[in-house]
């Protein structure tokens, strides 16, 4: 990783992109040798290629001058590579998956050591849908300020319906322009409570997009946690045996009174279910989506991992919101209200 000087006296921009977790809520098609951020959603490129490519527009249209990262498993580094295409960017591996916060250590204290401590970094997960890019750049911008001041940064996206698989962000006063304080986290409410969040209008989807200075993510890390502590003291695959699997939300975000919010209006998803994957693909008019035939069916959903191009042609007759998904291994029917189950039944067959 080369050093990256600042322009007009400003830290350098650094966005890395988080290429992790199992991806068990899209089972089958999604599994640990075909992770979600793989997989084609609506496009042609695979989520971690969309991602990269958010990160290049955000240097491109704030005209600064930045470094991608990858951190990723090390049993996935060289599926990763194969989606870089020759593109400058840092593979960081890890030796297992122990969630966001030490994936996000591991990041800060490399850009630390290499960039330095002001360095702002944009954390972004690798298998989430957005669009309204220009907006999602808008909110980078104020975003990109406000971490300069020594803040952790969240995005809040504006909730369209009472989804029960995501977090939701409680703001409270304006600080400045675009950037709020956060009364509270909520992680996963139940359907009546979600409800209530959505209406109330006060409530934000948690996108699970970051912004802060290297520098002081690391220091709240050492105030809430052991993690930096850890890594430093030990060889990466002894410092990973030892630190906790833990969210930064849980970690540092729930806890520290430097966190902000930026609501945001981007379209956004982090695919964790198929229902998400639905938005996304073009339906016929009975609001049936896939590479399938649909007979007197209305909002069903077909979708595959790709892999199979003999797969046998598949035909949905005189069904309701029916879901088919067909992995290497495993074909999965379910009904698409039980999509939030998935996890459940990968852990049971897998």
């Not at 960017?89 to 591991?106: G, R, S």
Request: charged share 30%; net charge positive; hydrophobic share 35%.
């Amino acid at each position: 990783m080369k050093a990256t000087k600042a322009e007009g006296g400003n830290p350098p921009l650094i966005s890395v992109i988080l290429a992790g977790g199992g991806g068990k809520r899209l089972f089958p098609i999604s599994t640990q040798d075909n992770p979600k951020y793989l997989l084609k959603i609506g496009s042609e490129k695979t989520l971690l290629e969309e991602t990269i490519g958010r990160a290049q527009n955000v240097s491109k249209k704030l005209q600064k001058k930045t470094k991608i990262i990858v951190v990723c498993n090390s049993k996935q580094v060289s599926s990763v590579r194969k989606n870089l295409k020759g593109e400058d960017i840092d593979i960081i591996p890890e030796p297992e998956a122990k969630n966001t916060a030490p994936a996000i250590c591991l990041s800060a204290l490399e850009v630390m050591k290499k960039i330095g401590g002001d360095a702002v970094m944009l954390v972004m997960p690798s298998d989430h849908k957005i669009e309204k890019i220009e907006r999602f750049i808008e909110a980078v911008n104020i975003g990109y300020k406000s971490a300069i001041d020594g803040n952790i940064v969240t995005f809040g996206v504006k909730p369209t319906y009472p989804e029960t698989g995501y977090g939701y962000i409680e703001i409270s006063e304006q600080l400045q322009d675009g950037v709020h304080k956060i009364r509270r986290f909520t992680e996963k409410p139940s359907y009546d409570k979600a409800k209530i969040f959505v209406e109330s209008g006060g409530f934000l989807w948690n996108s699970g997009i970051f912004m802060f200075k290297a520098e002081t993510i690391i220091e709240e890390l050492k105030k809430y946690t052991d993690i930096p502590e850890i890594m430093l003291s030990y060889d990466l695959k002894k410092a990973y045996r030892l630190v906790p699997n833990i969210s930064i939300d849980y970690a540092v975000c729930e806890k520290s009174d430097k966190i902000v919010c930026i609501p945001t209006d981007f379209t956004w998803s982090d695919i964790g279910s198929f229902r998400s994957i639905k938005q996304f693909l073009e339906s016929d008019s009975r609001g049936n989506a896939g590479q399938a035939q649909f007979f007197d069916s209305d909002e069903c959903l077909y979708i595959s991992d790709g892999k199979n191009k003999k797969r046998k042609k598949v035909i949905f007759f005189g069904l309701k919101r029916i879901a088919v998904a067909e992995g290497e291994n495993y074909i999965l029917i379910l009904p698409l209200e039980r999509d939030q189950e998935v996890k459940d039944i990968c852990d049971k067959v897998s």
